[in-house]
């Protein structure tokens, strides 16, 4: 499978627990993104990568929330301290040349904090 | 105000009838335009760019007002298969995509 990949698909923890979520890009794509999207609303922006470099964090991306892509490649998303209002799915895209602008997305992890 | 506005829908259409979405957004700098189609607890899946000359891909066709900043999406001939959320996406130019809520289309026998 040479789509986006995202791992776990599914993660149910307990307020207060932290949750690191996976994603694999497209291997020759240096672009990577972030998306929450909660139930009946778009997906909205969290982060941004290239390469290694984080460029771009939205608003929402609270205090709480760290990413990475510590080797250009794939990257993490932690979630501290978890809250119930985090419950959503985490989405992954990936692009590749600066000139191909279509983000490709992953299945997503599907978070619920109970 | 959101960034794209869209109307939820749902729009429940018979097969083979023709439907139209519409979508505004706000940012006047907006550089780019798309339509995704997300299925159910599915990721969103790119449906078409919009080009200002409007486009067309198959049954589906795009077009873009940039006056009005208004986007719209007709889909021809409507199949079960169309069934889904069609989402109508931005990009200012920052590396972000900003997505609207969706429309809900539902295809009916």
């Known amino acids: 499978d040479t789509g986006v990949s995202q791992d776990p698909r599914h993660k149910i923890t307990k307020r207060g627990q932290n949750v690191t979520f996976r994603c694999d890009p497209i291997?020759?794509?240096?672009?990577l993104y972030w998306y929450r999207q909660t139930l009946g609303q778009g997906p909205e922006f969290l982060t941004y990568f290239q390469n290694e470099a984080q460029l771009e964090k939205s608003r929402l991306l609270s205090d709480r929330f760290s990413a990475e892509r510590p080797k250009g490649s794939f990257s993490t998303l932690e979630i501290q301290r978890t809250e119930q209002g985090d419950s959503a799915m985490y989405l992954c895209a990936s692009s590749g040349s600066p000139y191909q602008e279509t983000q490709y997305f992953g299945p997503g992890t599907r978070l619920l904090v109970l | 105000r959101k960034e794209v506005e869209q109307d939820p829908g749902p729009f429940n259409v018979p097969e083979g009838a023709t439907v139209a979405f519409n979508c505004t957004y706000s940012?006047?700098?907006?550089?780019?335009f798309f339509w995704y189609r997300q299925d159910c607890r599915k990721e969103p899946k790119l449906l078409m760019s919009v080009y200002s000359s409007g486009n067309e891909d198959g049954r589906f066709t795009a077009q873009l007002n940039r006056a009005s900043q208004y986007i719209s999406l007709l889909i021809r001939d409507s199949k079960l298969s169309d069934s889904a959320t069609y989402l109508c996406v931005v990009n200012t130019g920052r590396r972000a995509l900003t997505f609207g809520s969706g429309t809900r289309l539902q295809v009916q026998p």
């Open positions: 291997s020759e794509h240096n672009r």
């Open positions: 940012n006047s700098a907006s550089q780019s």
